[in-house]
């Protein structure tokens, strides 16, 4: 069975840097392509960032493109997301999934399973 | 961006009724069109994929329509542990985007 869990949500301060991570298990994971997800509070659902299995491709929201860096470590099946220059508006639960393909892309490819999530809360 | 909406953005309903529920993609996506349920207090759930596939473990009552721009999620008699969130998602590019989202609660 396929397993996520997330860790290293905290309470920082604006312009704050935090690190997530997410352990994995249950599946070959350097086989597939991972994503982070993020939901503020009473908010709907935002894709933050994906890479793929073997790491050398990510990408990013436009919103946190040049602050956040998604990584992964695929001898301890591990996924990070390395947050700098924390906003209010970064403040929300954050999920990482899993992905079907090896790839970010193509088009054919979805969000399954997902961890029970990190709050991470950004204020002063 | 490929943006999405979705409607209603709640609806309230009965134990066996019919549900249904839209979503609209700013762009032709093909069928790359997934759903999610989604729970208060716990992570969403994958339902549908490439519009119309339904997840294994998924109960039959779940079924999901559509290509290109429009895309329907039905659920054909409202069970009580349906009440919940559920939103659209594009995997057809980068930004993968959602939809707002669409509240079933009780009548």
């Known amino acids: 069975e396929v397993h996520l869990l997330e860790s290293g949500g905290d309470l920082v301060q604006p312009g704050g840097s935090l690190r997530l991570a997410c352990a994995a298990s249950?599946?070959?994971?350097?086989?597939?392509?991972m994503s982070w997800v993020r939901q503020a509070p009473g908010k709907g659902l935002q894709w933050v960032a994906g890479?793929?299995?073997?790491?050398?491709?990510?990408h990013y929201a436009d919103s946190v493109k040049g602050r956040f860096t998604i990584s992964r470590d695929n001898a301890k099946n591990i996924l990070y997301l390395q947050m700098r220059t924390l906003r209010a508006e970064d403040t929300a639960v954050y999920y990482c999934t899993k992905m079907l393909n090896n790839v970010v892309v193509p088009a054919y490819n979805w969000f399954d399973p997902w961890g029970p999530g990190t709050l991470v809360a950004v204020s002063s | 961006d490929i943006q999405m909406t979705q409607s209603p953005s709640s609806l309230s309903a009965s134990v066996g009724d019919r549900v249904t529920i839209t979503c609209r993609a700013s762009q032709t996506i093909n069928t790359y069109l997934n759903w999610y349920q989604q729970k208060p207090g716990t992570a969403p759930k994958l339902l549908i994929y490439d519009a119309s596939s339904l997840k294994s473990g998924v109960p039959s009552r779940f079924s999901g329509s559509g290509s290109g721009t429009d895309f329907t999620l039905t659920i054909s008699s409202l069970h009580p542990e349906d009440f919940a969130s559920y939103y659209c998602?594009?995997?057809?590019?980068?930004?993968?985007?959602f939809g707002p989202g669409t509240t079933v609660d009780l009548k």
């Open positions: 890479i793929s299995g073997g790491g050398a491709s990510s």
């Open positions: 998602q594009q995997s057809y590019d980068t930004p993968f985007t």
């Open positions: 249950g599946f070959t994971f350097s086989s597939s392509a």
